[in-house]
């Protein structure tokens, strides 16, 4: 297989844009990427996304988007993994790349929340759960993950407000990031006060509704230089899976989707967890974000709160963890997250991450899941 | 919802009958093609028990499509007599009152209706055991 490289990203703010359609999101990244390079052919486009067929009418996003960005006639389609859609997109384009199949390919991801009406929104995310045996019960994908949340408290005896800390942290990074669909700060008491969603849930524990685009551009690492003077190695790269539906796993404190995942992308990089300077992770909710930092071995499990108080998951730390704000802060726009993180950490590894900037990182993992943990990709990029 | 795509899991959701695998025994709820265990796929019919113990629950205060009508009710993942999980409402108490570890029964209930002419789905809820 031959190595590969991103030598180039583009990324809209996360928000609500009513006036922008699904194909203008994604134009509007996909040019900024290619401006980050010498615009070479694209053989290749990639694309996640979940909702499009639901929300937008829309299916058939590949050759839509191929068309709307000039690379008609070369291959084009859309992967879908629920929330794990732009991880997923970026994996096979990664696999395409490294097999010799193409040689410069574009991946990324868009999601239009937005242009879903009334609760099709929220039906069409908690399509990421069974339809059969959870769906029909009435449950959403928010009451999944707050059974989850109550057992883990539970467990080990961890206080709600430790959660309501968890998205401070999230939105204090968030304030320093012009893409961020919420970038401010907030208080703990903004957490324990906002709205019930499904105890114990709040509105504030769940990452916002949004809108969205990211695009990357891939190529074997040997051509890079060609292309750009700025780039970075995709050193390790893993998919996991585990059971759609919670109540076929042997435990709900872990996602083994993500402790197998990263046990596959640290090994193909060579790392270990004391390598990485920054994590991207998978924060739908607070909870989930918790679980994600443990499943990748930066935190004891039950032990965040006082581990997160003293500065670990901060520059300095054991991992900066979500500088872009996380989706809590920066948004969720479902199949564009795992790109968005992807393109964050390249930001961060060639030194121009702004304000959100982490001193001398060399090594960033991403972390995306699909469903309540049911896939997981973790992505491991370095400086070279 | 589809009238066949009631129907077909109706042995599950209403009767709690799935499948227990033949070469390691793991039974598996919804029944599977092959066992994530050991791999084979022979397996044996297998009623689950109808009582168990409440694991975890939440109290839905934002519904999805369809269930607008019902908040506030109760989803929970109930620890089977055999240790078996399952994914369904628990009802006939109400949410101030609902505990972790609280002992429950099976209960055939109406889940949700389908609007005027769509069709009634009714399925195994659990309440609590009655002392
Ligand atoms: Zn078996």
Not at chain 1, 32 to 54: F, H, K, R
Request: charged share 20%; with cysteine.
């Amino acid at each position: 297989m031959r190595k590969v490289a991103i030598i180039g990203t583009g990324m809209t703010k996360v928000d609500k844009h009513w006036k922008k359609s699904l194909k203008e999101l994604f134009g509007q990244a996909g040019i900024e990427a290619l401006n980050q390079t010498n615009s070479p052919a694209i053989d290749a486009l990639i694309v996640g996304n979940m909702c499009a067929s639901d929300l937008s009418d829309q299916n058939n996003i590949g050759a839509l988007l191929a068309d709307h960005l000039g690379f008609v006639p070369n291959t084009a389609y859309r992967v879908e993994a629920a929330c794990g859609s732009g991880g997923a997109a970026f994996l096979a384009a990664y696999s395409a790349v490294a097999s010799g199949m193409y040689d410069v390919v574009m991946t990324g991801g868009v999601e239009k929340l937005t242009d879903g009406v009334g609760g099709n929104t929220t039906l069409s995310l908690g399509k990421a759960a069974d339809a059969e045996y959870e769906l029909f019960y009435g449950s959403s994908f928010v009451s999944i993950n707050a059974m989850i949340m109550r057992y883990y408290m539970k467990h080990y005896g961890v206080p709600r407000e430790a959660f309501a800390d968890f998205s401070v942290l999230m939105h204090r990074n968030g304030s320093r990031n012009a893409l961020a669909q919420l970038p401010f700060e907030i208080t703990r008491e903004t957490v324990l006060d906002s709205d019930m969603i499904s105890d114990p849930i709040t509105l504030f524990d769940c990452a916002p509704v949004g809108d969205g685009a990211a695009a990357l551009i891939l190529c074997p690492l040997e051509d890079a230089k060609k292309y750009s003077d700025d780039f970075i190695e995709v050193a390790g790269i893993a998919g996991a899976t585990d059971t759609v539906d919670i109540a076929s796993r042997e435990s709900l404190l872990t996602f083994k989707s993500t402790v197998t995942a990263a046990d596959r992308a640290y090994k193909m990089a060579r790392i270990s967890t004391a390598d990485v300077d920054i994590a991207e992770i998978h924060d739908t909710f607070t909870i989930t974000g918790v679980l994600s930092l443990e499943d990748l071995g930066f935190c004891e499990r039950g032990k965040f709160h006082k581990m997160m108080m003293n500065g670990a998951f901060e520059p300095g730390g054991i991992v900066a963890v979500n500088p872009s704000g996380g989706l809590k802060s920066r948004g969720h726009p479902v199949g564009a997250t795992g790109a968005y993180q992807i393109a964050e950490l390249f930001l961060q590894l060639t030194g121009r991450a702004g304000k959100m900037q982490v001193p001398d990182a060399s090594v960033g993992v991403a972390q995306n899941i699909g469903g309540s943990g049911s896939s997981t990709y973790v992505t491991v990029l370095r400086r070279v | 919802m589809s009238v066949p795509r009631y129907w077909r899991e109706i042995p599950r959701r209403s009767r709690l009958e799935t499948v227990k695998c033949s070469e390691c025994g793991t039974i598996s709820y919804p029944p599977r093609a092959r066992c994530g265990k050991c791999g084979s796929s022979k397996f044996e019919n297998y009623k689950l028990p109808e009582k168990g113990e409440l694991m975890t629950f939440t109290v839905v205060r934002t519904p999805p499509k369809g269930f607008e009508k019902m908040p506030p009710y109760i989803i929970g993942v109930v620890k089977l007599e055999d240790g078996t999980l399952i994914t369904s409402q628990i009802t006939d108490v109400a949410p101030e009152e609902v505990n972790v570890n609280m002992k429950v029964e099976a209960v055939f209930r109406k889940v949700v209706e389908d609007g005027d002419s769509g069709i009634i789905q009714y399925a195994i809820k659990f309440r609590p055991v009655i002392k």
